[in-house]
């Protein structure tokens, strides 16, 4: 659309800004103030400079929070992707009351409270009353995942699969549904085999839903926090301490308040970051599409 | 053939989904000692005793008022803020809009963790710790940028010259607003209000760190008895399927307009 350009119209962004700048700024001024000062209590308070973020730098407890929130990330993303495009593929494309059942019901566990689909598979997998944990010890595995960390990882995986998965399903769904008949009678027309239907008309006509589905499940996967919390604590051990769940136990729990706030700055940085590269990407691939 | 092929994926996709959810339902309507004493696929003694307990105990339904409280509020103030804003950003071109809209958005990547202790400082700092108005104000954090998204979404697919139109025919810009564009982008102002209140909902982190007694919400009353000792299963899953019903009854009347809502409005 063409716009005019009208200074006035800050008059109207305003009160949003005031809005978010209060729930925004003051909170990460107030982070910015700790990450630079030490304290002996009483609040008193002195200038430390940087060693805060040298500190958590070379801490070897947030290396491997952040190695394991990337292969959580990546394994996320291997798997709910490619996933999601399938299921959104087999979506049946004419209205009626089984798309909207299907509709409806596949969106259900994004609608679910987090520490609820927490409570769910922390129920589910228990293998004295979960459906999952009895079947499996049922069939002769050993699985028990508030002791062994691979359990702990194959629960955590199967249950950010089984609440997210749908995301990636509407988004390609709505891109899919984008489509112009004409495109397939014309690919029926030159034979096209299924393969290259999906190659050539399917999947660029997904790839702007499909940037915004990695964008969000890659932030939202990688500050995930209650579903963890609630199911394992964080356990066995640190097996499934992720980044959030690390920072929490530093910032509330020991109330180590310097190393806490240095730490949510590169963490928030590099959050920031990559989703910068994807946005920048995403408004690239908007333009060239004409859209 | 082909049809079928389809069919089957979705209904083992669905058949995935709803069973853990199944199960919980299934948990709720029995009681502790079946729960505990062996496994069945289906309660033997059906009981909605366990819903009776939260019904009728204070500290559980006060759990789910408070909800319902700040996610209300939070949505109100949300979608008040965010529509003026929304349509500057869906109409002029303005100083720094571009990088304005992007820092709106890097608010919505924002890890609720860095956020839980300045937030729990500021608003102990002015009063406002264990209030409704305290969650609400701290869930704006993410639920206007969305809502601002969403609705600018919404107001680009309305064409412009419907705005000159009605400047011409001697509309001012309120009566404006509210007579002719607010109908216009109603299903745009509904599901900005309807993912307003679901992401108000299942948040835990804040709301549980901003509260204590007075406005604790059903999300934080559900944690704390996990920790405590003599677990109450029925009762806890009799309370996670109520959290699970809000969203299940206003789904039907979005799912046409999910995809959008969930992608910020950019579908």
Known sequence: MRKTTNQKAWFMVLPMLVLVAFSAIIPLMTVVNYSVQDTFGNNEFFWVGLEWFEEILASERVHDALIRQIIFTLIILAIEVPLGIFVALNMPKKSG???TLCLVLIALPLLIPWNVVGTIWQIFGRIDIGLLGYMLDQLGFDYNYTQDATDAWITIIIMDVWHWTSLVVLLC???LKSIPDAYYQAAKIDQASRWSIFRYIELPKMKGVLLIAILLRFMDSFMIYTEPFVVTGGGPGNATTFLSIDLVKMAIGQFDLGPAAAFSLIYFLVILLISWVFYTVMVQSDKGAGA | MKINKSAL?????????????YWLINMSLKTNQEILSGFSL??????????LVIFTDASWYGGYINSITYVLMNTVISISVALPAAYAFSRYNFMGDKHLFFWLLTNRMAPPAVFALPFFQLYSSIGLFDTHIAVALAHTLFNVPLAVWILE???????????????????????FFR??????????????AFFCFMFSWVELLLSRTLTSVDAKSIAATMTRTVSASGLDWGVLAAAGVLTIIPGALVIYFVRNHIARGFALGRV
């Open chain 2, 9 to 21: 994926v979705m209904t083992l996709y669905i058949l995935f989904l709803m069973l853990p959810i």
């Open chain 1, 97 to 99: 009351l089984w798309t």
């Open chain 2, 179 to 192: 007579k002719i564009f607010m109908p216009l982008i109603a299903s745009g102002v509904g599901v900005a």
């Open chain 1, 173 to 175: 769904y709505a891109g």
């Open chain 2, 42 to 51: 289906w309660p033997e003694n059906l009981t909605f005793d366990n819903y």
């Open chain 2, 153 to 175: 979404g919404f107001m680009r697919g309305v064409p412009k010259e419907i705005d000159e139109t009605a400047y011409i025919d001697g509309y001012g810009f309120f009566t």
